[in-house]
């Protein structure tokens, strides 16, 4: 699966409404495992750790706040070993157009926080 296909197009609107689906139910984190098992029941097979995972979830961040006003969806998914989101998710955080302050531990609570109150209004 590459960038810019259709089926990474039809892919990154399926991980789209399953983040969105979560943060208006609270903000409660999944696994990138559980995310990868969501995509393989609607018929898109995406590693956990390898592949177009990482994209799909900056991406999806980057869609849904191209400006980074919005709560970053990727802050939900997490490792199983940790309960925590991976590198990536702090390093996106930090970086135009999210700026995110903060240490990793506030950050990501902050932004969690957010979610929720963000996607219960919606």
Same mark, same amino acid.
């Given at each position: 699966?590459?960038?810019?296909?259709?089926?990474?197009?039809?892919?990154?609107?399926?991980?789209?409404?399953?983040?969105?689906?979560?943060?208006?139910?609270?903000?409660?984190?999944?696994?990138?495992?559980?995310?990868?098992?969501?995509?393989?029941?609607? +018929?898109?097979?995406?590693? !956990?750790? @390898?592949? /177009?995972? %990482?994209?799909?979830?900056? $991406?999806?961040? &980057?869609?849904?706040?191209?400006?980074?006003?919005?709560?970053?969806?990727?802050?939900?998914?997490?490792?199983?070993?940790?309960?925590?989101?991976?590198? +990536?998710?702090?390093?996106? !955080?930090? @970086?135009? /157009?999210? %700026?995110?302050?903060?240490? $990793?531990?506030? &950050?990501?609570?902050?932004?969690?926080?957010?979610?929720?109150?963000?996607?219960?209004?919606?």
């Amino acid at each position: 699966m590459k960038r810019n296909t259709l089926e990474y197009e039809q892919a990154l609107g399926a991980v789209l409404h399953i983040l969105q689906t979560r943060a208006s139910a609270g903000a409660e984190p999944l696994t990138y495992g559980g995310l990868s098992a969501e995509l393989a029941l609607q +018929g898109h097979h995406v590693p !956990a750790h @390898r592949g /177009p995972m %990482t994209y799909l979830l900056e $991406d999806v961040s &980057l869609r849904e706040s191209p400006d980074g006003s919005v709560p970053m969806l990727s802050a939900l998914v997490v490792l199983q070993a940790t309960g925590w989101p991976s590198g +990536g998710f702090f390093q996106l !955080a930090r @970086r135009e /157009p999210f %700026t995110r302050p903060g240490d $990793d531990t506030e &950050l990501w609570a902050r932004e969690l926080a957010h979610l929720a109150k963000h996607y219960s209004t919606r």
